[in-house]
């Protein structure tokens, strides 16, 4: 692959030109202005709906996300809501007993499992990451086999992310889910579906549902570099057997991701998907972040109390998502380490729980959480 052209990247987005150094992309990207014009032409010449006859863009999840056929996809006002539509759909499907295996990850992949198993008589299990590095506590990782040992006969959902939003970690999910579906055909598991969270990964590396064997799948454009949108994945014998309609009462819609497609998903937003670029630069996004996590890990970085989340490795296992905290002798709050960026004025970070509360509740943490940047392509 040749070298990425910096300079015609950032003048793709128009929000650049400030000179402001957008350091938590992972809060939302910037919006390329292919975009931003893609939307202004939906609603000056063509403000239809999706259904009508008219040009548009709409399999551009297809693409996206490898579906095998763009009746599995579709979109929604955010990934939350969308987890939350797949959830409620899935009432009839779900038995008493059947286990639901979730993460202490982003909490739109876990509140609907924890709302449907309470709804329905499931049982929660929790896939908890451990510290893989000396002298820090913080160094979470998730093993495959700690996973594989929550299986059951009565597994019935696996909910994982791709990439996570506050370590940085880019897991293998084709090779997890295989180890998961062998595991649950050894202990007779009869209906196993896995939800996959792909809002931190799409930024970063191509999806491929087809490729990984998952059922659904969601991740937000607005990471991506478009609007204030989401798009789903379900795969069709899901939205043939396991999900019931959640849309008016008239309409048809056995294997149509309508299902869940609740009303209008905001169409010139749509529209605005049919510009999105996910070329392969992991490789660039090394030198972004390699630079960031040297000075974090140094020496003396560490012995001021720095600790690093997820694992220090500076490679493809993870994306230029970075979160830490200073703690020890002369500890210093989250909130008042982003406080000295904001006097700077021209750089942003942010601090908090970023939705990954379960992270928190794990680590033993202040309520305020950790800071994290993320160091977009565009910067």
Not at 51 to 80: H, I, K, Q, R
Not at 113 to 137: D, F, Q
């Amino acid at each position: 692959m040749g070298g990425l052209d910096i300079a015609k990247v950032r003048a793709s987005f128009p929000s650049l030109r400030t000179g402001y150094i957008f350091g938590d992309n992972a809060g939302g990207s910037q919006t390329a202005q292919q975009v931003i014009d893609n939307i202004v032409d939906y609603l000056s010449n063509t403000n239809v709906q999706l259904g009508a006859d008219y040009s548009m863009a709409s399999t551009a999840a297809a693409v996206l996300f490898n579906a095998a056929s763009v009746d599995e996809v579709g979109y929604g006002p955010s990934s939350t809501m969308l987890f939350e539509n797949i959830a409620r759909a899935l009432d009839q499907d779900i038995q008493t007993g059947d286990e639901f295996i979730i993460t202490g990850e982003h909490e739109a992949n876990n509140g609907p499992w924890k709302r449907l198993a309470e709804r329905r008589g499931a049982v929660l299990k929790y896939w908890l990451p451990i510290a893989v590095e000396e002298g820090n506590p913080y160094s979470l990782s998730y093993k495959t086999e700690d996973l594989l040992s929550l299986v059951s006969s009565r597994t019935r959902i696996v909910a994982i992310t791709g990439c996570s939003n506050i370590l940085g970690t880019v897991y293998p999910i084709q090779d997890i889910v295989a180890a998961l579906r062998q595991r649950a055909k050894q202990v007779g598991a009869l209906k196993v579906e896995v939800s996959v969270d792909c809002v931190a990964y799409a930024p970063h590396r191509r999806i491929d549902v087809q490729k990984w064997d998952i059922d659904y799948c969601v991740f937000a454009m607005y990471k991506v570099y478009g609007a204030h949108n989401a798009a789903f994945y379900i795969r069709t014998t899901a939205l043939q057997s396991s999900l019931k309609s959640l849309s008016h009462h008239f309409l048809v819609l056995d294997n149509h991701p309508m299902k869940i497609q609740v009303g209008g998903p905001g169409y010139e937003l749509v529209h605005g998907a049919s510009w999105s670029s996910f070329a392969a630069i992991a490789e660039h996004e090394q030198s972004l972040v390699r630079t960031l996590l040297s000075f974090l890990t140094d020496k003396q970085q560490y012995d001021r109390g720095v600790r690093l989340f997820g694992t220090s490795a500076i490679d493809l296992s993870r994306v230029p998502t970075v979160s830490f905290v200073v703690v020890g002798q002369r500890a210093i709050k989250s909130k008042d380490v982003v406080a000295e960026f904001d006097k700077e004025g021209n750089i942003g970070i942010r601090y908090g729980h970023f939705y990954a509360y379960s992270l928190i509740s794990n680590a033993k943490l202040d309520p305020a959480g950790w800071c994290r940047t993320h160091l977009s392509r565009p910067l």
